[in-house]
Nanobody
């Protein structure tokens, strides 16, 4: 059974940093594209960052230069380093995964492309 468990969320002031982690189990992690999404009440789920099996990445324009997505395949873990946080970064952050074996996977940040989701971890940035 595929399982994704996020951790590392919390409350920080504007300009602070957090590092989110997503522990994956139950599938061949190396063959999955992994991504982070966030959502606030009343709004659509927003793609934040995605990383492919060869560590190629794509970021939402709003977080470029501030967030860094990475993966440790030996530990089956996905990370999101968030620096220079802003109040608009506040939201529930979700880890997501999609399998990419022979498929022509892209670095799209559309949530429709992802099959497996974690339960989320809350990030709150105050002014």
């Amino acid at each position: 059974q595929v399982q994704l468990v996020e951790s590392g969320g919390g409350s920080v002031q504007s300009g602070g940093s957090l590092r989110l982690s997503c522990a994956a189990s139950g599938y061949p992690f190396n063959y999955y594209y992994m991504a982070w999404f966030r959502q606030v009440p009343g709004k659509e789920r927003e793609g934040v960052a995605i990383i492919g099996s060869t560590s190629n990445t794509n970021y939402a324009d709003s977080v470029k230069g501030r967030f860094t997505i990475s993966r440790d395949n030996a530990k089956n873990t996905l990370y999101l380093q968030m620096d220079s946080l802003k109040p608009e970064d506040t939201g529930m952050y979700y880890c997501a995964a999609k399998p990419c074996y022979a498929s022509a996977c892209t670095l799209s940040l559309s949530p429709l492309a992802f099959d497996d989701w974690g339960q989320g971890t809350q990030v709150t940035v105050s002014s």
